[in-house]
């Protein structure tokens, strides 16, 4: 059973402010002309709105919608009260996204016989806790089908697919209907001379090697005769990104942009730490505006985890480009978009420590430091000198790819909590439990004076508090 919320932030944010209900929505990162509009309400959907078009285009087809900031932390909380929904019924929940996951019922033969009931269940208690939430069920013999019944009825659907309905349904489709088939694969896909999901699926596995290549032509094969490709992908283990797009004034401060790459990373750091891995491959893009990109990637020999190492080497690698080319700049005002990826993934329990380079007493501060903002329940609690720079640039990011870290422990909690705390907004007040008596306010020659106060002080306060403690 694949269940995926539909218009997920835009009825999220309608969930939390009835007032935006039943109105054209449009949620944004950042508020400007330019900006994407990265999730739209069903409401201006109906005007030809999607999720991706620039808000300035929104504007053109769609002149009354409204717009909002996004809330992750919020988002965050829902998907771990579905997620919760879901364990209800069944002990095997894959989350694919922040708003969907996979049900594996192939236990439960014996236990429901009618699937679509628990489906009708399942939205019931959704709308129980979450009354503007609807979501989209398929039930299918495999997650790809299960997937792609979901999208055959799009607002609060139930399809169920199976093998006497599949040619029924995939009559009509076209190819790039299908998730993972986008313009070249169908390009590929037409040269051998396959136009319709129908044909695809009733052609040889032979003929689909020779068009993708290889074995993705089994798995496609497979994926369209009820075979199972999709449930247990371990991407989590294959690749961590982490990415943010920039508006124009953020990028014309290059400030800003050093940040955000120290932002991006930190939070790269912070999943290995979670996850007790370290990484061999660190990859870095950005793109311009005009739609061009600049791409680097560094194998390493000795795996790392550290933010500031990570960062290291991709600032090493821009120099180089740097010096090579005189006067070209990899962080310029046209910079829309930055990404910092990592792959090559080594459990901490089996790293190999190089005999010239001591970093065990780096490794253990760091863990020492996540542990510490994992008991007092505050990820802002202690940071590293480098996160200094600019707190306001390290934004909460949605992250996509993350929902693991969001998984519930053997004892119902969230495994990473701070991923469900709101970032605060400029100039405004972090609430922090920990806080006792408010130490004088730092004197304005103390070298971190771009924090507003209310955070040196909490900062210092927790340190105290933490030293009499121990
Ligand atoms: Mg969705």
Redesign the pocket.
Known sequence: MYI?????FASCEQQRHPELRGKPLGVLTYDSPNAAVIAASKEAKEFGVKSGMRLMDCRQICPQMLTVPTSPAWYRQIHVDIMAILHKYCDDVIPKSI??AVCNFHSYKFVYNDLSEIARKIKADISAKYDWLTCSIGIAPSTFLAKLATGRQKVDGLVVITEDNLDEHLAKMKLTDLTGIATANERRLRMIGIQTPLEMRHTSPALLRKAFGGVVGDYWHRRLNFGEVDMYNKVENRTMSATRTMSSQQSRDRQQLESMLISLCTRLEQRMVKGGLFCKEVYFSARYRDGTQWETSVKLADPLQDAMEMRAYIKERIADFERSRGLETIFTEKVTNLTVAIQGFVKDNVMQYSLFDNRIKRDAVRKVMYKIKEDYDQKNLVRKGCELLNPFVMKDAIGFGSVRDMMLNKEGGVKNKHLLEEDAKEGEKREIKIKKKAPPPPKEEEWFCDINNEETETFTSALKKMKHAS
């Open positions: 995926d919320m539909n218009c997920y708003d969907e």
